[in-house]
């Protein structure tokens, strides 16, 4: 049960501050530019677009929201809370991941999915991996511009190699999966055939991902600083 009032608590955090408004202003203006194009160049835009936004915008949510709640000091109720570090990361996690999923198969929609089920595991993995990614970085800093700077290397790393992958590049070798956007690249496509091995790479990727987030946030619980926004 408190597992559920955490991801509910996190849910209308982000309903307070227009998250959910700010995805529904992203499906419309995405739906407009995807209205202007058609056949595999619309598949591969709807694809790129959704791995980059409603998938990956965890990172930058994450951290907004963990910039808020410093400043607002809710850390430091939560640290002296029944709470563990795992609830209040997976609360996180689980509550972008929802949204995600949901703003995500409406765009899928309007490209090609050879199978929707495998399209779901990518939107929700992809979330997760970002949401982990701004844990991490959101925990050890205090202030938006400090985010910005530290989470370039991530935005690099994360979608450059995508961007080429998904537009030829290599997307027949099955070692590009060891990179978790591959991984989540492949599903999203609903390929069958790499599924599994995507889906291995991308557990493997969250679990360690997880551990680091976990580590990030007990540290952050035992500051329990402010942040400068």
Not at 94 to 119: D, K
Request: include cysteine; charge should be positive.
């Amino acid at each position: 049960m408190r597992k559920l009032n955490v991801i509910k608590g996190d849910m209308m955090f982000q309903w307070k501050y227009g998250f959910y408004g700010l995805y529904f202003l992203l499906i419309i203006i995405y739906l407009v530019i995807f209205s202007f194009f058609s056949g595999d160049v619309k598949n591969t835009i709807v694809s790129i677009c959704v791995y980059s936004d409603p998938a990956a915008m965890g990172m930058f949510f994450m951290g907004a929201l963990l910039l808020l709640e410093k400043s607002q000091r809710i850390t430091s109720s939560i640290a002296i809370s029944p709470v563990t570090p795992e609830e209040y990361i997976l609360g996180k996690v689980l509550s972008i991941g929802i949204i995600s999923v949901f703003v995500g198969i409406i765009l899928m929609t309007q490209g090609g999915c050879a199978n929707y089920l495998l399209c779901v595991i990518g939107l929700f993995t992809g979330s997760a991996f970002f949401s982990l990614c701004g844990i991490i970085v959101g925990a050890k800093i205090e202030s938006l511009n400090q985010y910005i700077l530290w989470t370039i290397p991530f935005e690099i790393v994360g979608f450059v190699p995508v961007i080429l992958y998904r537009n030829g590049f290599l997307w027949d070798n099955r070692l590009m999966i060891l990179h978790p956007g591959c991984s989540v690249m492949q599903l999203l496509e609903g390929n069958q055939e790499m599924a599994l091995l995507s889906i291995i790479s991308v557990i493997v990727w969250l679990i360690f991902l997880f551990w680091i987030a976990d580590l990030s946030v007990r540290k952050m619980f035992r500051i329990s600083g402010g942040a400068k926004l």
